[in-house]
């Protein structure tokens, strides 16, 4: 039997990380010891009060059956309350709040509920590669808004042509953002109301860094601006911040009716979240920021350690104030992708080629701080003696 794939999954280019992940792994298996800069994944294992409190509730039998599509209302009540405590945003635990099996997943379906095929989505380049797939699989057309340098890693909205916004249904954005790093400000969150507003256009931020911060900056969330609940969503994760990414938990709240609409295409593909780790989400929750602080003054010592240790060796690369990437010119000679081959043949050190994210991520690598400052500072004495 001839088994052919369908056109959407021949429309995506091959996941980047599966790539990388290919590459490393045969690195691996021919005995070499890699240092991985690539996956952002957090290195440091879960805090143990939140293992701890998925083991009771797991031992609990009457979470072994099917989850509520809407997740548990104690989950959504403390999901609202962390927003009031650190956004001061107000947000009704029955309506405007539904848990999601890894913000991805959210991220990934939404376009299955509001984008008919033929319509646009803009979609910032480079970014988190789920923008893109979930549009393509709803049949919806990518328009990209280049991230450049010069315009501080935010989409110029003035530059989106205005028969491409009137098509759109969907629009991405990201802050702090992966992969450059870069952070927005309230203003462009007001802009970017407006642009939406005018287009009637569905926001969806994705806020997945917002408690990854430095320098005592302190990230914004879309929806402590007014009139964002008129038109959007944030996405949230329990990933980055309480280092879950395993678990596959996360969130997205804001607008009621577009809340409803992806949890409509949610019940007709999964049964939520695991009711023991919703559970353990809640103490999560309920911690407080501590974690937070403490993750994020230990990447911000990552961070200097990478930046200063580049600096040395003449590669100049700004300081990011929030996520654990440090996104970085290329050098000459290189282009992104023969940089990072270069690296991983030469030094045995995995980073990700900024064209993997985007067409404009091309001329950048992204090294994610996702190790050990000792191992960093090892990466960098590596790297010193191929470039
Ligand atoms: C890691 C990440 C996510 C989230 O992941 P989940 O584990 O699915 O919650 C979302 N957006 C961006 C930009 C990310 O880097």
């Not at 646009?120 to 480079?126: A, E, F, T, Y």
Request: charged share 25%; net charge positive.
């Amino acid at each position: 039997m001839n088994i052919e794939r369908s056109d959407r999954l021949k429309k995506l280019t091959p996941y980047l990380f599966v790539e990388i992940d290919r590459a490393k792994k045969k690195a691996r298996s021919q005995g070499r010891d890699i240092i991985d800069l690539g996956v952002g994944d957090p290195d440091i294992p879960t805090p143990k009060f939140i293992i701890d409190e998925l083991h009771k509730a797991s031992l609990d039998e009457s979470t072994h059956r099917y989850a509520l599509d809407a997740g548990l209302l104690e989950l959504r009540k403390a999901i609202a309350e962390w927003y009031k405590t650190r956004f001061n945003v107000t947000l009704d635990p029955e309506t405007e709040i539904l848990p999601l099996i890894g913000s991805k997943e959210g991220i990934a379906h939404i376009p299955l509920a509001f984008v008919n095929p033929g319509d646009r989505v803009l979609i910032p380049d480079p970014c988190y590669p789920p923008y893109r797939s979930g549009t393509i699989f709803a049949g919806g057309e990518p328009i990209y808004m280049p991230l450049l340098e010069d315009n501080a890693f935010l989409p110029d909205l003035k530059k989106i042509k205005p028969d491409a916004a009137k098509r759109a249904k969907i629009i991405f954005a990201n802050y702090p953002n992966n992969p450059t790093g870069a952070i927005a400000s309230k203003e462009f969150f007001k802009d970017l109301i407006a642009f939406a507003k005018k287009f009637n256009i569905i926001v969806c931020h994705d806020a997945a860094y917002s408690e990854i911060n430095f320098d005592g900056y302190k990230a914004p969330s879309f929806l402590e601006i007014e009139g964002s609940k008129e038109i959007g969503v944030e996405f949230h994760s329990f990933s980055k911040t309480y280092n879950m990414t395993g678990w596959r938990i996360g969130f997205v709240c804001g607008n009621k009716d577009v809340i409803s609409g992806l949890a409509q295409v949610k019940s007709n593909i999964d049964s939520g979240v695991f009711t023991a780790i919703q559970i353990a989400g809640i103490a999560a929750l309920k911690s407080g920021i501590k974690n937070a602080i403490q993750f994020g003054s230990m990447y911000q010592e990552r961070r200097d350690t990478v930046i200063n240790g580049l600096a040395r060796l003449g590669w100049k690369i700004q300081k990011p104030k929030a996520t654990f990437y440090v996104w970085a010119h290329t050098l000459k000679g290189y282009d992104s992708t023969s940089l990072a081959k270069h690296i991983l043949e030469k030094a045995d050190v995995v980073i990700t080629p900024g064209v993997g994210f985007g067409t404009y991520g091309e001329g950048y690598i992204r090294i994610a701080l996702t190790v050990g400052k000792d191992r960093l500072a090892e990466a960098i004495e590596r790297i010193k003696k191929v470039i």
